[in-house]
């Protein structure tokens, strides 16, 4: 999560862990203790920061960049072991 941790505000990192959750926007606001159209905002900064338009792209990239993580992982072990 670095690039988006650079990405994003802490706020809006705030609210993008909770969509990865599942939360939808009056959950989040609840949450919050804010209106649903204060999280509606955040959301599409969100997406316009990331260069995506749904939660399900939102999804595909944090399983892209766990999967670059694992394999950042997996090849410093091997590199330790040699």
Excluded: F, P, W
């Excluded at 705030?14 to 989040?28: Q, R, V, W």
């Excluded at 999804?59 to 999967?67: N, Q």
């Amino acid at each position: 999560m670095n690039l988006i941790n650079e990405e994003l505000s802490k706020r809006e990192l705030e609210i993008y862990k909770y969509l990865l959750k599942g939360l939808d926007l009056y959950s989040i606001a609840d949450e919050l203790g804010v209106g649903r159209s204060t999280i509606a905002t955040h959301v599409l900064h969100i997406y316009q920061k990331l260069y995506i338009s749904s939660r399900y792209e939102l999804l595909a990239r944090r399983i892209k960049e766990l999967e670059e993580e694992v394999q950042e992982l997996k090849q410093a072990k091997c590199i330790t072991r040699a």
